[in-house]
């Protein structure tokens, strides 16, 4: 892991891709109401320098500005711990990440599992597939029971369409068919849930077709009463 972090970082800066780009600009970006500590005692400090020595502002005043400046690193250290605490807990998780391309204004998601987290300054960053995403760009966290479900609904139906029409069914069909059985017996309820009836009847179907083929062949009985 130290290789990977190390390969996303050059001359202190964090190497990143388009979508990595679109969390950083954005975490760096100054507007409204994004005045840091730093700026804050040099506004504190020019106040001072510049101030009329005729009418120089009171200590009181000054006293309730510096409280004011402690009050704010508190709380952005606060916010800094938070933040890291959140973006370690996403480790080994799956999300999605909402995130605005710098080129187009679109909106633009980004789904997969979380490898590790980068820190930067008072931001942390999680990688997924070797992009890094701001922390605040985690949109949905996904419930790794529902993952799984999906994707072997997924792959259940995918196996299912490389499978050719019933009129076309041969026997050399018939071991990805039982697999395909195999698998869905082996679901639970919930995962089950995931194949539509349409998909199941298709199944069926080529089971069927699969027995009358092995009828014709004499390779299977007609069962007794039929």
Known sequence: MADNISALVKDGELQKSTASSMSLSKDKAAGPGSLDKDAFLQLLVAQMKYQDPME?????????QLATFSELEEMQNLSSTMSFQRAGSFIGQEVICKVTNAQTGNTEYAQGIVDYVVYEGNKAYLSIDES???????????????????????????????????????????????????????????????????????????????????????????????
């Not at 120089?56 to 309730?64: A, F, G, H, L, R």
Request: no cysteine; aromatic share 10%.
């Open 56 to 64: 120089p502002t009171d200590n009181t005043e000054y006293i309730s």
């Open 132 to 226: 890094l995403y701001s922390v605040d760009d985690v949109y949905q966290v996904i419930d790794p029971e529902y993952s799984k479900a999906y994707n072997l609904g997924k792959k259940f139906v995918s196996a299912l369409g490389t499978l050719p029409s019933l009129n076309d069914l041969t026997l050399s069909y018939d071991e990805a068919i039982s697999t395909l059985r195999q698998t869905y017996n082996e679901m639970d309820s919930y995962q089950r849930s995931f194949i539509s009836e349409d998909a199941l009847s298709l199944l069926v179907s080529y089971e069927n077709k699969i027995k009358e083929l092995k009828l014709a062949a004499g390779e299977e009985e007609i069962p007794a009463g039929e």
